[in-house]
T-cell receptor
Framework: QKEVEQNSGPLSVPEGAIASLNCTYSDRGSQSFFWYRQYSGKSPELIMFIYSNGDKEDGRFTAQLNKASQYVSLLIRDSQPSDSATYLCAVNWRGYGGSQGNLIFGKGTKLSVKP | DGGITQSPKYLFRKEGQNVTLSCEQN?????MYWYRQDPGQGLRLIYY???????QKGDIAEGYSVSREKKESFPLTVTSAQKNPTAFYLC????????????FGEGSWLTVV
């Protein structure tokens, strides 16, 4: 069974606040975790990936991974209206081609940052 | 510029027609993928290919066909057997030099008229 669960939202935060996006996954053997941002009508673009437990920071974005709890999150600090988009969590599933790690996507969380 | 090019961006299909969506990449990636996205839904894998002349069905392959005759190209044919083809189609690729991270083309919108 392969599932990636996200709260569909919408998640509304004021400009300058921290947005917290959460994702759980079912495959305990998953090793690679990705966050994509998708603007309406556009294709997904990669924001971050994380492989190890703990935090990984890149600018205003921090990915957090807890493999024991099968949980990955994305924090966006100092949220801007331009961050308003749908955020897709993706997890590799070993059932597709082994080490190549094809991805299972969640349905996404819609984030709205209000000026 | 390196990237993934999908064409056409918008396509209309009549009932009973087959249509082919083009996907070309110049990233030298070995693996290529086709996803389908419906409104408010996540991405669902149609087909993927890890090497030339080989491809595998994903979760929703029925009514679709692909070929991988060249490393750079992975066209998707939406056949008349696909009963509900209206969707946003995304081609993607990944390679070892990018840590097997999947990157997407700009997508193709297919509408049945």
């Amino acid at each position: 069974q392969k599932e990636v669960e996200q709260n569909s939202g919408p998640l509304s935060v004021p400009e300058g606040a921290i947005a917290s996006l959460n994702c759980t996954y079912s495959d305990r053997g998953s090793q690679s975790f990705f966050w994509y941002r998708q603007y309406s009508g556009k294709s997904p673009e990669l924001i971050m990936f994380i492989y190890s437990n703990g935090d990984k920071e890149d600018g205003r974005f921090t990915a957090q991974l807890n493999k024991a709890s099968q949980y990955v999150s994305l924090l966006i600090r100092d949220s801007q209206p331009s961050d308003s988009a749908t955020y897709l969590c993706a997890v590799n599933w070993r059932g597709y081609g082994g080490s190549q790690g094809n991805l299972i996507f969640g349905k996404g969380t819609k984030l709205s940052v209000k000026p | 510029d390196g990237g993934i090019t999908q064409s056409p961006k918008y396509l209309f299909r009549k009932e009973g027609q087959n249509v082919t969506l083009s996907c070309e990449q110049n990233l030298n990636h070995d693996a290529m993928y086709w996803y389908r996205q419906d409104p408010g839904q996540g991405l669902r894998l149609i087909y993927y290919s890890q090497i030339v002349n080989d491809f595998q069905k994903g979760d929703i392959a029925e009514g679709y066909s692909v070929s991988r005759e060249k490393k750079e190209s992975f066209p998707l044919t939406v056949t008349s057997a696909q009963k509900n083809p209206t969707a946003f189609y995304l081609c993607a690729s990944s390679g070892q030099d990018s840590g097997n991270t999947i990157y997407f083309g700009e997508g193709s919108w297919l509408t049945v008229v």
